[in-house]
């Protein structure tokens, strides 16, 4: 038996412990994971639900062959876009009605920037965080049409002068790098104070962490569907308005689904009165019916429960992280208290991105941001503590061996 064994089977030994405790360790089997791999990449792609194959044969072997069109309707096509809608609701804190499925998260940042924009007339300023680029190419795309001024802040350096001055304010709830999570409801309530908007890009809470949109009396808000939610790759996104704001929201993107009559074909456009004016045009049924599958995982567990089960394994990675890795100079780069972390771990090394190719060649699968990040996601439907000291040790390993200084590991792929 190595020494590594050794050293660290006081840790599996509490990971076992803390395994048989889980109330949520049966959901696991509910995912089609492979068993030689421990996938701490649902940040970024969760895994498959099981029930999504016989989703999507039903899709192409019942309802669109046999169906044909008559599925839009017989077959729930045309409605999917609210009830996915109302299913994401329920787990960001949304009551019915508010939320809308399809398109992609880029398109939906800009739909809900310039749609919020225009609700604030008077204000010549648009804020955001240096968060995800697609958010900050959108908003300055958006500026550039409505004749605005960015400015680009940390979410923790908003001012009442700046949401004083700002038509909308735009941050990720959680930082797609370092994992740090944000006070929305303190951030929201200072928005409002100085008269702004506040719009919230979920892509990294959701399916993670108790969101309560309707709580804080968010504005808008929007995510994408493929990392917690397990919605799968290229899974349409979602946008929430507000109640109170839905009738006076004039979207940008008026395609013929948002309007307050779809087959009225008339000439000229008048937006739903409800969230189906968030609808652009025919949504991708064959994702959708992916993403409803998925979306089950969330069937036999509540996001408190998701909550709790995250933050003691993103807790336990830290401990590791304090204790075994700082030797080799790599530290922890997310918030340590746990009201300010998400659902993942940011560790920071020069070698970042070979260490992250040495440890997926050992079946542990995180991934790399620039410039020196090391990005390893813990999406506790489907992660056990076991899971979580298995992928420590072989990072150590990785460190101690230097692995990470093969040849084969410095080669940089397209998608890192
Ligand atoms: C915060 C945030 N917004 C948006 C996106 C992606 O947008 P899209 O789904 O349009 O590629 C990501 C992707 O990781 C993200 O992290």
Known sequence: MSSDHTRFAPLRAAAVVADADDPLAGC????????????????????????????????LGRQWSRDLIGSWNSNGWWRLPAVLGDRIGTL????????????????????????????????????????????????????????????????????????????????????????????AAAITNRVHRGGALMLWDLSHAAGALPVELDAIEADLAIGCTYKYLNGGPGA???????????????????GWHGHQQ??????????????????????????????????????EASISQLRRK?????ARVIEFADEWLTDFGVEVATPRQPERRGSQIALRSPHAYPISQALIARGVIGDFREPDLLRLGFAPLYLSHSDVVQAMTELWQVLDSQDYL???????????
């Open 28 to 59: 696991r089997a509910r995912f089609a994971l492979p068993d030689n791999v421990i996938y701490l990449d649902g940040n970024s792609l969760g895994a498959m639900h099981r029930d999504v194959p016989d989703a999507l044969a039903d899709g």
């Open 92 to 183: 960001i804190g949304a009551a019915s009605g508010q939320v809308i499925c399809g398109d992609s998260t880029s398109v939906q940042a800009f739909q809900a920037l310039l749609g919020a924009a225009r609700l604030r007339p008077d204000r010549r300023l648009l804020v955001i965080d240096r968060g995800f680029p697609t958010d900050q190419y959108l908003a300055d795309s958006v500026a550039r049409l409505l004749g605005l001024d960015v400015i680009r802040i940390e979410p923790d350096g908003l001012t009442d002068e700046l949401a004083r001055r700002a038509a909308v304010v735009s941050f990720s709830l959680v930082d797609y790098r370092s994992g740090e999570l944000f006070d």
């Open 236 to 254: 349409p996104a979602y946008l929430y308005v507000a109640r109170r704001l839905i009738g006076q929201l004039d979207l940008p993107l008026t």
């Open 262 to 299: 779809p087959f009225g074909l008339t000439e000229s456009y008048e937006p739903a009165a409800s969230i189906e004016r968030g609808r652009i045009g025919t949504p991708p049924i064959l994702s959708m019916l992916a993403l409803q599958a998925g979306l089950r995982g969330f069937d």
């Open 310 to 314: 995250s933050l003691a394994l993103t």
């Open 406 to 416: 093969d040849e084969r590991f410095q080669h940089r792929l397209a998608v890192t």
